[in-house]
């Protein structure tokens, strides 16, 4: 499941060999209009209607379609049957429309869109996992470094995901954190790095501000100065 470019060769089954006949046997069959071509036809191509799956969880949308099917030649593999849709976005909200395949061609169109658009929470958490907490950072080279690093990163991402919801939930009674400030950025819902910088100041004011000894200098700090200093740490840490 996957993006498909509009102008891609696509090509019909080879025809199986005569008997009898010499030489090599053909690759591919006979070449099938590009996806575009087929879609830019009004008079013989026609635009169904459906309702499918959207980013962003339980979301629905309608949509308008155009599907066909087709074989992708790939040099490792050979021929791959395909299935591949053209997706408008009636209610307007995405301007761009688009190509989308499965290699699985009895799927139906509306299936392959809505698993398509699900892939969305599973692509922001790898982009966060990357960002915020060094998934492709380390230089793995062997597989047993790859299969240790990435769970325990993306175990990590977790973690901080539940300790965000059971600690600044306000359904248990806490307070949310506001999401973070910028000139150029203004965002009305919490993110995973305001979550990431909440759990931080969670971590270090019950080990370092509050659970440190009698004697630490950290006690004798102004409050406005110590919630001053957490703040900041929670952020850079």
């Known amino acids: ?7 891609a060769h696509l090509c019909d ?25 087929v879609v830019a036809r009004p008079r013989t191509t026609k635009r169904k209607r459906a309702t499918v799956g959207w980013y962003g969880g339980g979301k629905r949308r309608r949509i308008e379609f155009v599907s066909g099917v087709g074989h992708w030649y790939k040099a ?38 809505t698993l398509y658009t699900g892939r969305w929470s599973i692509e922001v958490t790898i982009q966060e996992a990357k960002q915020h907490l060094g998934l492709a950072t380390p230089r793995n080279r ?10 325990c990163l993306l175990g990590c991402f977790s973690v901080v ?31 995973f790095s305001d979550a990431l910088t909440a759990v931080r100041r969670l971590l270090w004011r019950e080990t370092v501000f509050t659970g440190s000894r009698h ?23």
């Open 1 to 7: 499941m996957s993006l498909l470019h509009p102008q």
């Open 13 to 37: 089954a080879p025809p199986a060999p005569r008997p009898g006949r010499m030489g090599r046997p053909r690759v591919r069959g006979t070449k099938l209009p590009h996806p575009q071509d």
């Open 76 to 113: 490792t593999e050979g021929l791959v049957p395909i299935r591949w849709v053209f997706v408008h976005d009636r209610d307007g909200t995405h301007d761009d429309d688009r190509y989308v395949y499965s290699t699985d061609p009895s799927m139906s169109p509306s299936r392959i869109v």
């Open 142 to 151: 062997k597989d047993a470094s790859v299969l240790r690093t990435a769970p």
């Open 161 to 191: 995901t539940i300790l965000f919801h059971r600690c600044c939930c306000p359904a248990r009674g806490n307070r949310m954190p506001r999401p973070a400030a910028r000139p150029w950025y203004v965002k009305r819902d919490v993110t």
């Open 215 to 237: 004697d630490s200098p950290l006690k004798k700090l102004p409050f406005k100065l110590r919630e001053t200093l957490l703040e900041r740490l929670s952020c850079a840490a």
